[in-house]
């Protein structure tokens, strides 16, 4: 079993809006994960974003944290949380669109699921083509940019560490 969601994958929708998970998804996770469920809500740049319960679960203590008296951390709930519903994949693996969420996705009759790592991007197949036609010469410069940024923020978690080290054995 992979661990995480990869790959680019189409499915249609039938006549109840629901799309068949496809099988190298659902098989990222355990059955007993698949039980739980999913949440879906608006994602970013046109999509949906689709999040294991777990993972929503952690994700949401985060965002729990953000003040309520920051107005970008209300723009930002209103516009993440509210739209959230739970779904679940019945026993043929299917997953149903909610009419609003087809709609703020620009969804019809086909969507794009696309591996995250711990969630699931789905797409309308016009806006995901869009997307990429104009966000591809972008790829290499934003992926370097932020493996730095990384690598850089490892570098400085590890320099804290080593220097707490120095301190416990100098003592008191």
Known sequence: M??????????????????????????????????????????????????????WRELTGKIQELPFTEPHARLFKRFFLTPALE??????????????????????????????????????PAVWKKYRAENAGRYEAVAASLLESAAAQRREREAGRREGAEDDREGP
């Open 2 to 55: 992979t661990q995480g969601f990869f790959g680019t994958f189409s499915a249609p929708l039938d006549e109840k809006n629901r799309a068949v998970l496809p099988a190298r998804l659902r098989e990222s996770l355990s059955s007993e994960r698949l039980r739980e469920g999913f949440m879906i809500t608006q994602g970013f740049e046109g999509c949906l974003v689709m999040f294991p319960r777990d993972v």
């Open 87 to 124: 779904v679940s994949i019945d026993r043929v693996g299917r997953v149903t669109l909610a009419d609003f969420h087809r709609q703020a996705a620009s969804i019809d009759r086909e969507v794009v699921f696309n591996g995250m790592g711990d969630h699931l991007e789905i797409w309308a």
